[in-house]
Each structure stands twice: as C-alpha cells, then as structure tokens.
C-alpha cells in the first residue's frame, strides 16, 4: 500500500499509546515528514538542538542521534561529525529516508522502551529532537541511554516542555543526579512564525548534561 500522499496532524502523533503505534504511523508517514509537517509548521527544534550541541560538543564522538526520524537534527548541523554519527529509530521507514541523505554512519531499528542492540558504554555523545514528548518515549527510555552512554559522554535532548513535568521527566532526571552532572535546561521553541494549529506556540525543553 502506497502512502505519498498520508498526511496525518500533529495531534496524531500526542495520541500514540505504544511502540506499535508509533511503527504504524511513522511507517505511513515517512514518505511525507520533511515535505509536509516539517514544511508547513516551520519545524525548528531540530534546528535548535542542533545549535546547542554543536556550541557544547568540544570534538564529542561517536554520537547516537535517538529517534532520528528522517534526519532533520543532523541535516541542521551541516556535516559536522559526518562519519561519526549513528541514527537509532523505531521506524525503519522513517530511518530508511534518512538514510537515503547520506547523513549517518549506520542506521540502527530499536525501541528506547527495550533493550537496544548496542554495547554498554558505546557512545561518547546523544542527541535527540522531538522524541521525549507524550505518545512518543517517557522519561524511563533514558535508562537505555545511560548504558550506552560512554562515562563523561554529552547528553542534548529535547523534551516536550508541557509533559516536562506532568510526564515525570523532571522526576526522572532527579534521579539520575547522582549519575550525571552540568544539568542545564534552554527553552526553545518548537515551530517558527509560519506555523498555524493549535500547537503552534508549543516549546521545548533542551536538556543538557554528562553522564558521571
């Protein structure tokens, strides 16, 4: 079945539930992510994440882009760490036009709610743009990030500044206190001034931190 022209709302996305929600809509919604959605609400938290990383990321590598979609995050850092970069989805549709820009070393299917087929201490850096959201991945899939995360590796993430706290991202990232250290939080915004919809005004929060 063809899906060119499946052009679903953001809402749809809040109102995923599980991992096979989100491999159902992404699937369907591949061929249309960066011509429709990212187009018409002038998406620009990858564009700020990016920013951010590049500004702390002092050489920082190998880098795991989580939940890397079609790879908006690592187009807006213009080839930087080209060659050092892996891409870690859900959606082997999504990763598979990602692939097709030549951004990433490899591309890597995975489920942030399971274990992931990666070595312990196996990245120096992880970024991530619009995947810690509600119907997406909680606060719980930083744990896998942990692991694989090499000690005194970077941490930039995004999280969806409304579920920041109702979802238990601010709890979970009390608890890991003791493991991370340099926590900082930079709202940004989530869309441009072309955006329209009812979630037009929303922001992000870029989390920033290393793991101890």
Known sequence: MSHENYAPELTDAYALQTPQDNVDLYSRWSSTYDSGFAQEMDYQLPANVAAIFLEMS??????LDVGAGTGLLVERM???????IDALDISAEMLAVAAEKSLYRKTIVGDLTRTLPIENNTYKAAISSGTFTHG???????????RIAAPGAL????????HYKERGF???FRSLAPQIENFTIRPVRNYGD?????????MGN?????KR
């Open 58 to 63: 002092e050489g920082a590598a190998p880098i």
């Open 136 to 146: 997406h991945v909680g606060p719980d899939g930083l744990d896998e990030l942990m």
């Open 155 to 162: 941490f930039v993430l995004s999280v969806n500044a409304k």
């Open 78 to 84: 213009d080839r930087a760490f080209a060659g050092d």
């Open 206 to 210: 870029v989390v920033t931190f290393k």
């Open 194 to 202: 072309r955006a329209d919809g009812e979630h037009r005004l929303d």
């Open 170 to 172: 601010e709890e979970k």
